[in-house]
């Protein structure tokens, strides 16, 4: 790798480490207050269906049309052992469809009645790691090493996102910086690992570094602008409630977070492309490199932009459904906060990538074209 690639990287991660020295959290403090109702694992070994009332028996409002009623016997593991425990079918929006021989989770609550039992969720652990080893499978049936460096760089995203990030936010840092340093850490970890330590990954890992500042910058000052508050639903509600967490932080922290994985692509995708050009074409400065590259970019980015809209748009689409179907149309929902969010962060998100791709390539072509002249001096 050529000095000036080692001199523009050595002090972003230098500043990377000792971000993550700085703001790692303290373990997470366990709740406090009224504890939630314990929980244990059950089967399902009946359901008795019956028809649902038409008057409310008690203050609760009576169950919307079509539900059905009854109770449902599950087999759980309690502290005094196996028991076989009944529980009311529950019709509220959401509530688990049950059927014999379900595994699910059992809430047990005190009454001066006794125990009252609930079923609130079904169990998920074994299908999810079925999830995951199908994935880990596919990679490495696909990618072999590559897939294999694949999957420990998505177990050390997981690594900072739920070690580090996660717990700082929780601990009271500001989520903007410890975004900026989790994201850090991931790109340096990530792309090292999975592409090799060379010339083109410092490249693209600088391209993604003085991008993500950019979408940081740029965040801070389109939620400042149109008043965002980050608060859209119960969930940030009770985020901010509970823990005091800056929700409008949070807001920002999370399109850093969001668009370091798109932002890898474009960086590594114009880096290896400028590193090619370079090879195949001996002849080319550095201008014919980087408007090589370029031509590339903008294909990549044409559909890359199209993915981080439904990106953003797929995760929230039951709140945007339910916002503008009480505001009667898009047009009048669009400067709702929630909508308004959205917006921002696909808009953000693209402007940021696009920055990436001059960035990216123009130092890619710079390199590769300096570093090829140091290597034939040495020679």
């Known amino acids: 790798m050529t000095r000036v690639a080692w001199l523009v990287l050595a002090p972003l991660a230098l500043a990377t480490v000792v971000g993550l020295i700085l703001l790692w959290p303290p373990p997470v403090p366990a709740p406090t207050g009224q504890s939630a109702a314990p929980e244990y694992d059950g089967v399902v070994v009946a359901v008795t269906k019956q028809e649902c009332p038409q008057e409310p028996s008690g203050p609760e409002p009576p169950p919307p049309p079509g539900s059905t009623c ?3 016997t599950v ?11 009944e529980a009311p079918l529950s019709n509220r929006p959401g509530a688990p469809d049950l059927d014999v021989g379900d595994d699910v989770v059992v809430a047990v609550a005190d009454s001066p009645d006794g125990p009252l039992y609930g079923v609130v969720d079904h169990q998920r652990g074994l299908q999810l790691w079925g999830v995951v080893a199908a994935l880990g499978l596919a990679l490495l049936a696909f990618g072999r090493w590559k897939g294999l460096s694949a999957l420990v760089g998505l177990g050390i995203t997981f690594a900072v996102l739920f070690a580090f990030i996660v717990p700082a936010v929780i601990a009271g840092s500001a989520p903007v910086l410890v975004a900026l340093v989790g994201a850090s ?3 340096l970890t990530v792309l090292y690992l999975t592409h090799g330590l060379s010339l083109p990954t410092t490249v693209a890992v600088i391209g993604t570094m003085a991008s993500l500042g950019l979408t940081a910058a740029l ?5 400042g602008a149109l008043h965002l508050t980050g608060v859209t639903d119960d969930v ?3 985020v901010t409630a509970t823990y005091g967490i800056d929700v409008r932080g949070l ?6 977070i969001g668009s370091v994985g798109v932002l890898d692509d474009v960086t590594v995708t114009q880096a290896a492309t400028v590193t090619e050009l370079g090879r195949a074409n001996p002849a080319y400065g550095v201008r014919d490199l980087y408007g090589a590259a370029e031509r590339v970019g903008r294909s990549h980015i044409a559909s890359v932009v199209n993915t981080i809209v439904l990106a953003y748009a797929g995760s929230s689409l039951p709140l945007i ?7 009667g149309s898009f047009t009048g929902a669009a ?5 308004a969010q959205e917006i921002v962060r696909s808009a953000v998100a693209t402007i940021g990538l696009i920055a990436a791709v001059p960035l990216t390539s123009g130092l890619a072509a710079w390199v590769t074209r300096h570093s090829g002249r140091s290597t034939a001096r040495h020679a």
């Open 70 to 72: 009854g109770t449902v």
């Open 75 to 85: 087999r759980v593991d309690l502290p005094e052992g196996e028991q076989e425990v």
């Open 185 to 187: 850490a991931i790109t």
């Open 219 to 223: 965040s801070e000052a389109a939620v």
């Open 236 to 238: 940030s509600t009770a």
């Open 251 to 256: 807001l920002v922290a999370s399109i850093i």
């Open 321 to 327: 459904v339910l916002v503008v179907a009480g505001n």
């Open 335 to 339: 400067t709702t906060q929630l909508i």
